[in-house]
């Protein structure tokens, strides 16, 4: 595995990801498609301005922009105005973003975290707040995230997708609310 994750310039960083555990604070809520988040946090649907209603059967339909190591590669939006490519990793607890996603979104360091990685050891992270984290009509509002200095690209962890079953298909993944 080691080898397949340096190729990726994710030696470090990804093995010690999959473990990180983070405090539950957050819910998702389904705004639809078209949304907006407010100053204070606040998650407002503007479905009906732009022509945009929830999924019916709350399944949300994300396409893979492509793949790493097999493993798909999403476009996730932060705070309602900055979209990224992120890895949809299943077994990350969290949500981690780069030093690079950090500085885009303006976040400063709010915390640390201790994170225990495969081999038992652990490591320390800064950590952030983020107002929203959306992927498709799914959203979670108010998400800590480890900031990752030497990852090339986020993760996207339970946090995030928790009350959701995910489905990875050829072309896209599929949230089915629970």
Known sequence: MKNAWSRLGLMTVIPTLMFLVFPRRTMAEDPGGCFMVTSSGKTVSLGSLCGVTASD????RIPIKRRLGKTPVIEVMFNGNKTFEMILDTGASGT??????ASDLKLEATGTMQAEIADGSRVQFLTSQVKSIAVGGAIVNNVEVAIAPK??????GHDFFDSYDVRILEKVVEFHRR
Do not use: E, S
Request: without cysteine.
């Open 151 to 156: 990852a090339g690209i986020g993760l996207l």
């Open 96 to 101: 981690v973003i780069t030093q690079g996603m």
């Open 57 to 60: 059967n709350g399944v949300f």
